[in-house]
């Protein structure tokens, strides 16, 4: 349904150096400072599958959902979306997707959403039935009775997110690009804004991109995760893989059954991660786990101990804030 090859973007800046003379000049001879937004990045997506594009803010991933959705243009790569050049924006391209970006409103402030509505309905030449129908559909699985009559403005964030899902889906699109959707919200709505992304996607069949900077969003949607960092694609594949990659190492918690007194002794079992009175919390790698684990049974007199991932948001976390990735 989708598919990316060696896809890049820089932006040109104008620079100028500060005050008259830096004006003057610039006015002159513009200086231009290149970034390199999205760097040679690929993969395919296929249909009905979701997927998350996850990275930190700045890392490429709205420049790429623009390039995807044709509203700005490759420097270079090949990209496709249901059969189409996206930057061609055919009709019949933009009757196959829809874009929805959390920080950008497209129904009118002033306007109840159902009037907008209707004036989409009409762009997208949607026959009134079938408007009628996807409007009633639409409207119970996002809980929005009652809403759509009052003016934009008197509805609550969540409620505003809700309907600009509803209007960006009228016209049944078979790809979906959400750049941020739970952008802001408090955590009820982002829940169900995440339950109605789920249900679409399984009733509908229907391809979702979704971006976010929120592990959580990512988590509960999506299998296939592509982790983008300072415009590079450092990561595509599954949601525990990332785990390989990145964290291939356990915590083990020990609780002892004596106070600790020799902690120097303890080292030898793993990095100690923390320390209380009578428990001690040890990072180890995971092909030295078993040994680790044995080797503290037989030794030490323990009241519990447990063996788990660490959080994927520290591990990924701990991938962006490096700067640089070592992968393994
Ligand atoms: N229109 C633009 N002109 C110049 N630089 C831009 C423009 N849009 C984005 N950038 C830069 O490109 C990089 C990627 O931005 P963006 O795609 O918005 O990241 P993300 O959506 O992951 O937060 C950032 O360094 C950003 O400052
Ligand atoms: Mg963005």
Request: with cysteine; charged share 20%; glycine share 8%.
């Amino acid at each position: 349904m989708v598919t990316v090859e060696g896809l890049s973007k820089i932006y040109n800046i104008a620079v100028k150096d500060a005050g008259i003379v830096g004006t003057l000049k610039h006015f002159w001879h513009r200086q231009y400072r290149a970034i390199a937004a999205v760097k040679d990045i690929s993969f395919a997506i296929a249909s009905g599958e979701m997927v998350g594009f996850l990275g930190p803010n700045g890392a490429g991933k709205t420049t790429t959902l623009k390039m995807l959705t044709g509203l700005i243009h490759p420097s270079s790569g090949h990209v496709q979306v249901a059969g189409h050049i996206p930057f061609q924006r055919d009709t019949s391209f933009l009757q196959k997707i829809t874009l929805v970006m959390g920080q950008k409103q497209q129904l009118i402030w002033d306007l109840p959403a159902l009037d907008s509505l209707k004036m989409n309905a009409a762009v997208y030449d949607i026959p009134d039935k079938v408007f009628k129908h996807r409007l009633g559909e639409l409207t119970e699985m996002l809980s929005l009775e009652g809403k759509l009559s009052q003016p934009m403005r008197k509805l609550s964030l969540g409620e505003r997110m809700k309907a600009e899902l509803l209007a960006a889906l009228l016209h049944q699109p078979q790809v979906l690009f959400l750049d941020e959707p739970t952008l802001g919200l408090d955590v009820n709505a982002q829940a169900s804004v995440r339950e109605f992304l789920r249900e679409y996607n399984q009733r509908y069949q229907a391809t979702i991109i979704l971006t976010s900077h929120y592990m959580a969003d990512i988590t509960a949607l999506c299998k296939r995760v592509l982790l983008i960092h300072e415009g590079g694609l450092i990561y595509d594949g599954s949601l525990e893989g990332l785990h390989n990659n990145f964290a291939p190492y356990r915590e083990v918690r020990v609780e002892l059954s004596q106070p600790i007194t020799d902690r120097e002794g303890l080292q030898k079992y793993g990095q100690i991660l923390n320390i209380d009175v009578q428990a001690v919390c040890f990072l180890v790698p995971r092909e030295k786990l078993t040994k680790a684990v044995s080797q503290i049974l037989a030794e030490l007199e323990i009241l519990d101990l447990s063996v788990n991932e660490p959080a994927i948001e520290e591990v990924i976390g701990r991938v962006f804030r490096a700067g640089s990735v070592e992968q393994n």
